[in-house]
């Protein structure tokens, strides 16, 4: 069974307040948890079926169950919970890989939410109700986990997510009903991170800058695409001045001088030193 996932509306900042639960924002991809008449299936927020990708999670509940909740590898070296590795995980078809992956990169499901429990819709109850149950059920296996959370100390609880460079946190409403929308019942705060770069080209068809940064030996290197937070005014003010830096062009791109600086923020930094969703700050003069 689907159902369609309850989402995050973006808060201004860390806040604390006694009406309010917080959990840590697993850096991972969303996913539900199905099993139904004892058969296991697994979706992502999309209804994407991701099913054969996690063998490690095929394994049944005492009951039928619908689980909201979050899927993450972790890296085996530092510990850190690591995007990377739970989306090679996804993208994976072959059973050969999938099996291989399994080994070198075991995801874990965590739990933050119970929308069915043998055959009871939930999702009417309170979200501290909810969490009570959820608590209650013993998980399958060691791959299963259910996510923490204090209550109304927020702030306290950004404050070692930024200490331990994790994504951020979730805040929501403990009298919270499930609705399958976004909602500002549910408010996520983003960690970022904040790096300035040059722009050196700029796409022909949609929008997308081209975005540099200056190594130690003095030579650009690629970074990505800034595709996000870039209002009109900015984009007027760059298109006016980029056309005197033009250096060249190809199917795709027109290529820059690099004299454009400008500050982003970055959910982190890929493995290959690329920006991850970078968005637009501000010009850097």
Known sequence: MFISPMLLETASGPFSHNDYIFEPKIDGHRLLFSQEDGRIQLYTRHETCCTRQYPELLKPFEHDILLDGEVACTDP??????FENVMTRFQAKKEQRIRQLMDISPVTYVAFDILRYKGQDLRELPLL?????????SMPNRHFGIIPFVEGAGEALFGQMRAQELE?????????????????AWQKVINWTYAEVFITGYRKEEFGWLTTVMTEN?????????????????????????????TGE?????????????KVKTRNWTKAGMLRSPAFVEFVI
């Not at 951020?168 to 500002?184: A, H, N, W």
């Not at 650009?220 to 056309?243: C, D, H, M, N, W």
Request: net charge positive.
């Open 218 to 246: 003095g030579r650009l290197r690629p970074t990505g695409i800034v595709e996000l937070g870039v209002p009109p005014k900015a984009k007027r003010a760059f298109y006016g001045v980029s056309q005197q830096l033009v």
């Open 168 to 184: 951020g946190m979730v805040g929501k409403l403990q009298g919270s009903r499930y609705e399958s929308r976004r909602s500002p």
């Open 77 to 82: 070296q530092t510990g850190l919970v690591d």
């Open 250 to 262: 190809d199917k795709n791109f027109v290529h820059l001088k690099p004299r454009i600086r400008a």
């Open 129 to 137: 109700r909810r969490k009570e149950i959820l608590a209650g059920i």
